[in-house]
């Protein structure tokens, strides 16, 4: 079993940055991939980014790339996401997830674990 505690999280003005974190609990295979996720009010959840556990390979949704990276720190058992140049359409929800296979899916059902999420938003 897998835990997922995600923070840092806010408020912040559009064109600043913010780093969100997601510190996992439990054991992390080589096969893991970790992801984060976003869902803004009424609107489906949708994919962010997301990178392996033991390999250097990343994958970014359209809207971030450039903007936002994702890392990980293997020895903290945490994966961290961070955002740069935000805009008021990243305004969200910030889910961080772990998938135990499918190599930087894309899509939600492929993750297994999740965490509670942590509130990201960009005011104008």
């Known amino acids: 079993q897998v835990q997922l505690v995600e923070s840092g999280g806010g408020l912040v003005q559009a064109g600043d940055s913010l780093r969100l974190s997601c510190a996992a609990s439990g054991r992390i295979f080589s096969s893991y991939t970790m992801g984060w996720f976003r869902q803004a009010p009424g609107k489906e959840r949708e994919f962010v980014a997301s990178i392996r556990w033991t390999i250097d390979r990343t994958y970014y949704a359209n809207s971030v790339k450039g903007r936002f990276t994702i890392s990980r720190d293997n020895a903290k058992n945490t994966v961290y996401l961070q955002m740069n140049s935000l805009k008021r359409e990243d305004t969200a929800v910030y889910y961080c997830?772990?998938?135990?296979?499918?190599?930087?899916?894309?899509?939600?059902?492929?993750?297994?674990?999740w965490g509670q999420g942590t509130q990201v938003t960009v005011s104008s």
């Open positions: 997830a772990a998938a135990k296979y499918g190599s930087n899916s894309d899509v939600p059902s492929a993750y297994d674990y």
